[in-house]
C-alpha cells in the first residue's frame, strides 16, 4: 500500500537540537515543508555519511522553507552521546528525533520490528502533513542529499503549479510537461 496522501500522524516526542533537548510535535511540522529522514541507529557506519551530507546541505533546504528531521530508534540522550562524540555528527544543525518506542517509524512503515531499528527510509511531507514522496531502501546504501533536495523542490513546483509535471532530472527554470487533458489521470 501506497503511503502517498497519508497525513503524519500525531506525535510528540524528544529531539536533540542546538546543544538542547526539545520537544517536537506534528504542529511544528505544520505550515512547511519538512523531510523525514530515518535511519537505523546512531554509532553506525553508512548513517553518518548520510547525515553529514544532509549536514552540508541544510541551509539550501532552509532557503526553500524545508525542516529536516533526521529520526531513528534511539533516545535523544543516545542522539546527544553520538553528537558529543562525533565531528561528523556535531555538523548536524536539523532536529534528530527520539523514536525509542518506534511509534513513528511504524507509522511511516519503516520499522524492522526484529532489530528495533528503522529502515532508510526519506519522507517529503508537505505543510499540511501529508506525505508526497518518499523513497526506502536498503540499509546497507547511503543516500543523497542533492536528489533529495531536487525532489523536494519538485514537489514543491507541482504543488504549486498544479497543471504541470517535472520530468526525470528535472531542476527549477528547467522545462516542465503539461500533459493534455485524456492523459491527466495516469501520470
Not at 141 to 159: I, K, P, T
Request: aromatic residues 12%; hydrophobic residues 40%.
Amino acid at each position: 500500500m501506497s503511503l502517498i496522501g497519508k497525513s503524519v500522524i500525531d506525535f510528540k516526542v524528544q529531539a536533540y537540537v542546538d546543544n538542547n533537548f526539545k520537544e517536537v510535535t506534528k504542529q511544528d511540522i505544520l505550515g512547511k515543508w519538512s523531510v523525514f529522514f530515518f535511519y537505523p541507529a546512531d554509532f553506525t557506519f553508512v548513517c553518518p555519511t548520510e547525515l553529514e551530507d544532509l549536514a552540508n546541505k541544510y541551509d539550501e533546504f532552509k532557503k526553500i522553507d524545508c525542516e529536516i528531521y533526521s529520526v531513528s530508534c534511539d533516545s535523544h540522550f543516545v542522539h546527544k552521546a553520538w553528537h558529543d562524540a562525533s565531528k561528523t555528527i556535531q555538523k548536524i544543525k536539523y532536529p534528530m528525533l527520539a523514536d525509542p518506542t518506534g511509534t513513528l517509524a511504524r507509522s511511516f512503515d519503516v520499522m524492522i520490528e526484529e532489530s528495533g531499528m528503522a529502515e532508510r527510509g526519506s519522507f517529503i511531507v508537505n505543510p499540511k502533513g501529508e506525505i508526497v514522496a518518499y523513497e526506502v531502501i536498503a540499509g546497507n546504501v547511503g543516500r543523497n542529499a542533492d536528489e533529495l533536495f531536487r525532489r523536494v523542490q519538485a514537489s514543491q513546483f507541482v504543488a504549486e503549479h498544479g497543471d504541470q509535471v517535472c520530468p526525470a532530472k528535472w531542476k527549477p527554470g528547467a522545462e516542465t510537461l503539461k500533459p493534455s487533458l485524456d492523459l491527466v489521470g495516469l501520470i
